[in-house]
């Protein structure tokens, strides 16, 4: 029997393209080519070529200027325009996705940047331009200075440290497999021959193929769009960050997560250009803020816990990155 396609996943594909009241939105045309523990301490990954830790980012500043005091460097660019403008993902259930009935794009990923943003200007209503980006555009529209801020689920590594540059971690993921309800495997690893989607441009896909180089990798542009692959039959399954998958499971009653295994650390950090070294350490300022009032909690707590389960605390953020 032909399985058909849920209504909240072809939603998705289709108000992607929509504007909404209270965001300005801009689709950009598509690029070339349940623990109840405190997430994993930073301290594992080992040291880039450089020396310095992947996870380590630049000291935020005692204070953060209030939105009615002078600033300079690229935070009075962002004052004098008068909005932040933050790359995002719009069909990533829970983490920034279009809300079929509002037309809001909202998550976790969309409070971080709604907090920078408030920080900057006092309310983010009015200063926060959201835009549409897939996982391969991530990097270049912060290189371009398309996007000030990119806050699309994106891990932190060496190597695209080299390309641009990190908040401090906001979370910690991890990369699971999702496949159909009735499959018999319980790891990656028995998936040999199967076709298996992950994002184009992201580490999942790295991953997946060190994990079981026997596998047929395929890609697309988007979460919605590896979804779409195996609701049609294309892919016999997806693997990626569990906080995506958890919401295309919630999408496709004809899904599961396999739930025991989790091959890789994900930790997660907004990415910002790299000549924005002020930028960098305000926005670690505003995270460390919310940490430390709860709103982070909240903000997890509302999208994330009913599919991942409790957190003891957010990440522990690594500070001692000076150039």
Same mark, same amino acid.
């Given at each position: 029997?032909?399985?058909?396609?849920?209504?909240?996943?072809?939603?998705?594909?289709?108000?992607?393209?929509?504007?909404?009241?209270?965001?300005?939105?801009?689709?950009?045309?598509?690029?070339?080519?349940?623990?109840?523990?405190?997430?994993?301490?930073?301290?594992?990954?080992?040291?880039?070529?450089?020396?310095?830790?992947?996870?380590?980012?630049?000291?935020?500043?005692?204070?953060?200027?209030?939105?009615?005091?002078?600033?300079?460097?690229?935070?009075?660019?962002?004052?004098?325009?008068?909005?932040?403008?933050?790359?995002?993902? $719009? %069909?990533?259930?829970?983490?920034?996705?279009?809300?079929?009935?509002? !037309? /809001?794009?909202? #998550?976790?990923?969309? +409070?971080?940047?709604?907090?920078?943003?408030?920080?900057?200007?006092?309310?983010?209503?009015?200063?926060?331009?959201?835009?549409?980006?897939?996982?391969?555009?991530?990097?270049?529209?912060?290189?371009?200075?398309?996007?000030?801020?990119?806050?699309?689920?994106?891990?932190?590594?060496?190597?695209?440290?080299?390309?641009?540059?990190?908040?401090?971690?906001?979370?910690?993921?991890?990369?699971?497999?999702?496949?159909?309800?009735?499959?018999?495997?319980?790891?990656?690893?028995?998936?040999?021959?199967?076709?298996?989607?992950?994002?184009?441009?992201?580490?999942?896909?790295?991953?997946?193929?060190?994990?079981?180089?026997?596998?047929?990798?395929?890609? $697309? %542009?988007?979460?919605?769009?590896?979804?779409?692959?195996?609701?049609? !039959? /294309?892919?016999? #399954?997806?693997?990626? +960050?569990?906080?995506?998958?958890?919401?295309?499971?919630?999408?496709?009653?004809?899904?599961?997560?396999?739930?025991?295994?989790?091959?890789?650390?994900?930790?997660?950090?907004?990415?910002?250009?790299?000549?924005?070294?002020?930028?960098?350490?305000?926005?670690?300022?505003?995270?460390?803020?919310?940490?430390?009032?709860?709103?982070?909690?909240?903000?997890?707590?509302?999208?994330?816990?009913?599919?991942?389960?409790?957190?003891?605390?957010?990440?522990?953020?690594?500070?001692?990155?000076?150039?």
């Amino acid at each position: 029997m032909k399985k058909l396609i849920p209504l909240a996943a072809t939603t998705a594909l289709l108000l992607t393209a929509c504007g909404n009241a209270n965001y300005a939105t801009t689709q950009i045309p598509p690029a070339p080519s349940p623990s109840a523990a405190a997430p994993p301490a930073p301290s594992a990954p080992k040291p880039c070529a450089d020396g310095k830790d992947a996870l380590a980012s630049y000291p935020p500043p005692a204070t953060l200027p209030k939105p009615d005091e002078p600033v300079t460097g690229y935070l009075k660019t962002i004052r004098d325009r008068k909005r932040l403008i933050a790359g995002v993902s $719009a %069909d990533s259930l829970h983490l920034g996705a279009r809300n079929p009935i509002s !037309g /809001k794009i909202e #998550g976790f990923d969309i +409070d971080m940047v709604k907090a920078v943003a408030t920080a900057i200007f006092g309310t983010w209503e009015g200063h926060l331009e959201l835009r549409v980006i897939s996982s391969p555009q991530r990097i270049p529209s912060l290189q371009n200075g398309s996007v000030d801020i990119v806050a699309r689920n994106m891990t932190i590594n060496c190597e695209r440290w080299n390309l641009i540059a990190f908040s401090a971690e906001y979370y910690r993921s991890g990369q699971k497999t999702l496949v159909p309800l009735d499959a018999k495997e319980t790891s990656v690893k028995q998936l040999s021959g199967k076709t298996i989607c992950a994002p184009a441009g992201s580490t999942s896909l790295t991953n997946l193929m060190k994990e079981n180089p026997a596998v047929k990798p395929i890609t $697309a %542009d988007t979460d919605t769009g590896c979804l779409v692959l195996f609701q049609q !039959g /294309k892919a016999y #399954g997806i693997s990626g +960050d569990d906080t995506v998958l958890a919401g295309d499971a919630a999408q496709d009653p004809y899904a599961k997560v396999l739930p025991n295994e989790r091959f890789s650390e994900e930790p997660y950090g907004l990415g910002i250009n790299k000549k924005n070294v002020d930028f960098v350490k305000f926005v670690n300022g505003v995270l460390a803020q919310m940490k430390a009032s709860g709103a982070w909690m909240t903000s997890y707590n509302t999208w994330l816990k009913p599919d991942l389960g409790e957190l003891a605390a957010p990440p522990t953020p690594l500070y001692g990155r000076t150039q």
